[in-house]
């Protein structure tokens, strides 16, 4: 699981975002088990603190503003974005697919709710 702070709001908040690794029975073959330890040592594995987004306003100006104009709430972004990179990575190494998807949740300090 990667577990990452951003700050948001001008920093005046921060949101976490967590990453993980999980089965998904609907693509599964019978090796899922061994490509579910493989995608979690990847994940462990890896310096995840390169991700791109440490801000929200590192986000691509019009890629925020479109999901901002979509009612899209800036925690979203920032977790959609961050996962993303995360899958990116894993499919690259040939991770995902065939019994392994990500899951991906964050929360933020009260300031930003």
């Known amino acids: 699981m990667i577990e990452r702070e951003f700050p948001v709001a001008g920093g005046a908040a921060s949101c976490t975002v967590l990453v993980r690794v999980m089965p998904d029975d609907v693509t599964a073959g019978a090796d899922q088990e061994a490509r ?4 979690r040592a990847f ?3 890896n310096d995840w603190s390169t991700l791109e987004a440490t801000t ?3 986000i691509p100006t019009a890629e925020l503003a ?4 979509q009612g899209v709430s800036d925690e979203l972004i ?3 974005h961050v996962s993303d990179q995360v899958f990116i990575a894993l499919d ?3 991770h ?3 019994g392994v998807r990500l899951e991906q949740a ?8």
């Not at 579910?36 to 995608?39: C, V």
């Not at 479109?66 to 104009?69: A, D, H, I, N, W």
């Not at 964050?106 to 709710?113: A, T, V, Y």
Request: charged content about 30%; glycine content about 10%.
């Open 96 to 98: 995902m697919g065939e």
């Open 66 to 69: 479109g999901k901002r104009r």
């Open 43 to 45: 994940l462990a594995e």
């Open 106 to 113: 964050s929360r933020c300090s009260p300031e930003q709710l």
């Open 92 to 94: 690259t190494a040939g």
């Open 36 to 39: 579910l330890r493989e995608a």
């Open 56 to 58: 929200i306003d590192s």
């Open 78 to 80: 920032l977790t959609m």
